[in-house]
């Protein structure tokens, strides 16, 4: 048992809860701060005569801060009568109580509070009392967060949580009673593992460990040296992962409740004396529904198992996330038994923790096997969108290495760590774009100054709006098309959320700059449009419909004017079409087909211009495919096919007349696609035309570049050779309709090959191992129609690992989600008809919880309603086979038990199982 007395520090502030009155002034109130500090001194010396003088002498105490003197004292006879030496002749002495508790002792103290070991009279059990010390009563933050600690564990219910029994404020002294582990800290194991294995922690980490604050604990050490072996050995590792395993379920069911701990770190993980692990401590804690009590800037906590996230001080960055992050480094100083971030200094503690990456676990002890120490880097990436989505996935990780099985966790591959590289270093690569940008405007501004009394002014002003359009159109470039292609690439959220983020701030510097001149209406207007691009790609709904808005009243206002050539009105039909995206990609169908209709009308304007720009016709072919596309969804199947078949005929007159322009090539091939997925099955014929002529055009090349108008699909983005696999496998799937399976399977295997050499040359490429898996998908179902059900399960086995995959790194994307319950309806399917009913109706569940996701997603996409239907319907029916089954089982038994011959009755499954196929 410690042997340390109470220190009371008590700041010298306004005292925040004291009855100083209305008129207090801010000088009476400091004086009586430091007259409480001096009373704490008398008192904590056990002079009451001196204290009761003290008191006598200064009389505006009892005045103004009756209500803390209670407390002081009540703390100060605590301190003392817990940590004086028992003395064998004053046996009679009753220990200090506090309420229902009478206190044996101090066990621990920390930041937060102090805890003794005490007795509960009236159920006379042992428990451990968690105390606030007098100086955090003076301010009121300290007491929210004493109060959000106690109610956050108190709202826990977990086998390996600290329960908490009770709360309660006695004399201004605020307490809360929990169970009493005997047993040890994770910190006290770890200094025994450093034992076991001859390791010390270096010097530089002991001078740390001083600066900063001690953890409170609710564990009496009672329970002799651990159990654990040596982390050099294979043993040593599993007993540490098993413990983990129990901490990441316990912090997972406390993210379930909307509780964050915050301060995950190894002594606030408790032993005891069985082998058993507890969280405690939940101090830092936010809860779903509790404000906020850490400030903006301020970082709170142990530097070393602090994520990035934390020590930016940025607390709405913070979520679930940030304890994965402290957990895994918990687990690498375990099992290194070094921490992975030291240092002396704090301040370069943090900067080592939010910029630098670790030494590989294995580098350090040699025992960790490869997958292990692969589970440790993914839980402490970071970028936080790198970590687990979730504890239970950590915990799930974790029991896959324990049972030898392929863990979910994967190594990164040299592209994502220049991506991350690209991460660590953005400030360069940012003040970089910042540098050409404002070389650019500067140079343009500077030739306007110089030319100002000069007969070149007209001139120079042309050069300066020359340089600011390179301007804006190097930070979109650089913030919008980058992040595009940023897009499809895994692991690079962080970097391409920044990218936009810089470029959006750019925009919303030059709004401000140029709202107040008439000169530059033009190029706000752009700025505006360009602004909400960038906004609608971070997700900021509001922001992005805000700026399209006023986009769109910039460019008719100058129109109206007489001011608005060709490109103007371009550029307006575009502000409305992407507005009408940004409606239908959060379900304003009603809203999304009035800005498609209109957009339509504006971009024929353009058209029908002798100086129509190059591109409008691309521009408006994209526009009738979104809005057929839109159509189509809603159910209006056949307006949607008139208004496809009209803008294929109309840019195929263009692209043959002008196959210079391969802009319009691309829009044409997309307009083919979208239009042969939807005649598939009642115009097959059509269909099949559409796909063999994208086929021959794909075979010829065309441009890949984006643009920035909003589209409804990654096709574009796209090599060549995957555009023209797409093609291939869209036509095989339509081949296989139509009883053409020998050249459809060709075609598929054509398609997967190809696929398979694009995610080999770029493996985090999310659009192509999308298309892949799609073409494993269509080859399955091929197969399946020949009757190889063996061959069609490995197929679609294939497409439902890639699709997993995909679909626990993106659960954003309501298409994703439809395709994987595609897939696994079609498992069902063989499932059904192999006689595998249990494993059928496992299938045919998780199909119908992803494709109830999709629906929610994108409640007004009629066809995620109808494949959420057939799903159920497949469902029904196998759960009533299960039932004959089990009903014709319990017959032939019945049958069996009496006098005669035992009858079996079989029942034949549906002949009307479908399986998907994906265009």
């Known amino acids: 048992m410690s042997d340390q007395t109470l220190t009371l520090d008590l700041p010298r502030l306004p005292i925040n809860e004291a009855r100083t009155g209305d008129g207090a002034s801010a000088e009476l109130q400091e004086l009586l701060a430091e007259l409480l500090d001096q009373y704490a001194n008398v008192l904590e010396n056990g002079d009451e005569t001196a204290a009761e003088e003290f008191l006598r002498a200064h009389p505006e105490l009892q005045a103004e801060a009756s209500g803390h003197l209670e407390s002081l004292q009540l703390l100060c006879r605590m301190s003392r009568s817990a940590n004086k030496p028992a003395d064998p002749v004053e046996t009679s002495s009753r220990p200090p109580t506090l309420g229902d508790y009478e206190l044996q002792g101090e066990i621990g103290r920390g930041g937060m509070g102090i805890v003794y070991e005490a007795t509960q009279l009236s159920l006379r059990r042992s428990v451990a009392l968690k105390v606030l010390p007098f100086a955090a009563v003076l301010n009121q933050d300290q007491v929210s967060r004493f109060r959000n600690e106690a109610h956050a564990a108190a709202s826990l219910h977990h086998p390996h949580i600290v329960p908490v029994y009770a709360v309660g404020c006695e004399r201004g002294v605020h307490y809360y009673s929990m169970q009493l582990i005997n047993g040890n800290t994770l910190e006290q194991t770890l200094d025994e593992l450093r034992t076991i294995s001859g390791d010390s922690i270096s010097s530089t980490v002991t001078s740390l460990t001083e600066t900063v604050d001690p953890p409170s604990t609710t564990v009496v050490n009672r329970a002799g040296s651990t159990t654990l072996r040596s982390v050099r050995e294979r043993d040593g590792v599993r007993a540490i992962v098993k413990m983990f395993v129990d901490v990441a379920d316990a912090i997972d069911y406390a993210h379930e409740q909307g509780v964050i701990h915050r301060d995950i770190k190894p002594s606030n993980l408790l032993v005891d004396a069985a082998g058993k692990v507890w969280v405690a401590d939940f101090g830092l804690a936010r809860c779903r529904d509790a404000g906020n009590l850490t400030a903006e800037g301020k970082a709170i906590g142990t530097a070393r198992y602090m994520s990035p996230e934390q020590i930016a001080g940025r607390p709405q960055e913070v979520d679930h996330r940030t304890d994965i992050y402290s957990l895994g480094i918990t687990l690498y100083e375990l099992l290194t038994l070094q921490p992975a971030f030291a240092g002396s200094c704090r301040q370069r503690l943090l900067q080592t923790v939010e910029f630098e990456t670790p030494v590989a676990p294995r580098r350090i002890n040699a025992a960790i096997p490869m997958d292990l120490e692969t589970i440790i880097l993914k839980a402490i990436a970071k970028a936080k ?41 953005r400030a360069t690569v940012m003040t970089s774009l910042a540098v050409m940008m404002l070389a650019m405007v500067g140079f343009g501004v500077a030739t306007a100054i110089v030319s100002h009394h000069s007969s070149q002014k007209d001139l120079a002003i042309q050069e ?322 020949l009757g190889t059900n063996l061959e069609a399960r490995s197929a679609f086995i294939e497409a439902e690992k890639v699709f997993r995959d995909l679909c626990a790194a993106q659960t ?89 011959p035992p009858v079996m009755k079989t029942h034949a499954a549906s002949c009307k199982e479908r399986v998907y196929v994906f265009t």
């Open 464 to 785: 300066a709006r020359h340089h600011l359009d390179q301007a804006h159109s190097a930070v979109e470039r650089f913030g919008g098309l980058m992040s595009d292609r940023l897009a499809s690439i895994q692991g690079t959220d962080e970097l391409r959320r920044e990218l936009l983020t810089e470029a959006r701030d750019y925009y919303v510097d030059f709004v401000r700059y140029a709202a107040t001149d008439r000169g530059l209406r033009a190029e706000l207007a752009k700025v505006q449009f360009l602004l909400g691009a960038t906004e609608s790609k971070l997700g900021n709904v509001v922001p992005a419909e805000a700026a399209y808005h006023a986009a769109i009243d910039g460019f008719q206002n100058l129109i109206d004017e007489g001011q608005g050539d060709s490109v103007m009105h371009e550029d307006l039909a575009l502000s409305v079409h992407n507005l009408a995206a940004l409606h239908k990609s959060n379900g304003r169908y009603k809203e999304a087909i009035a800005e498609y209709e209109r957009a339509s009308v504006l971009h024929e304007r353009v058209m029908d211009a002798t100086d129509a720009p190059v591109d409008a016709i691309s521009h408006w072919g994209a526009t009738q495919t979104n809005y057929a596309t839109l159509l189509w969804e809603s159910g209006e199947t056949e307006n949607a096919a008139r208004r496809l078949r009209n803008a294929e005929a109309k840019l195929d007159r263009y692209a043959s007349d002008s196959p210079e322009n391969l802009h319009t090539r691309q829009q044409l091939i997309e307009c083919r696609n979208t239009l042969a997925g939807l005649l598939m099955e009642s115009d097959p014929e059509e269909a099949e035309r559409l796909l063999r002529d994208n086929i021959d055009s794909l075979a010829v090349g065309f441009d890949k570049d984006a643009t920035v108008m909003s589209g409804e699909n990654q096709f574009s983005s796209l090599s060549p050779e995957c555009q023209l696999a797409i093609a291939q496998s869209n036509l095989a799937s339509l081949l296989g309709i139509r009883q053409q399976t020998e050249e459809a399977i060709q075609l598929t295997r054509a398609s997967i090959a190809t696929f398979e050499d694009a995610v080999q040359s770029h493996p985090t490429d999310v659009a192509v191992q999308q298309q892949l898996a799609i073409a494993h998908n269509n080859h399955g179902q091929l197969l399946w129609r």
């Open 812 to 900: 954003h994307d309501p298409q994703l989600l439809s395709r994987f319950a595609g897939v696994l309806h079609n498992l069902g399917v063989l499932d059904q008809q192999q006689g595998k009913l249990d494993n059928a109706v496992q299938r045919l569940t998780d199909a119908m919880e992803f494709q109830a996701l999709a629906v929610r997603m994108a409640p007004f996409h009629q066809g995620y309603r109808q494949y959420l239907e057939r799903h159920n319907e497949l469902l029904d029916q196998i759960l009533r086979q299960l039932k004959q089954q089990t009903e014709a089982t319990q017959e032939t038994i019945k049958s069996a038990d009496g006098d005669g």
């Open 385 to 425: 969108d790198e970590r687990y989505a979730t504890c239970g996935e950590l915990a799930e990780d974790l029991r896959r290495f324990l049972n030898g099985q392929p863990t979910l966790a994967r190594r990164p591959s040299r592209v994502d760590l220049a991506f991350r590289w690209a991460i660590r270093h």
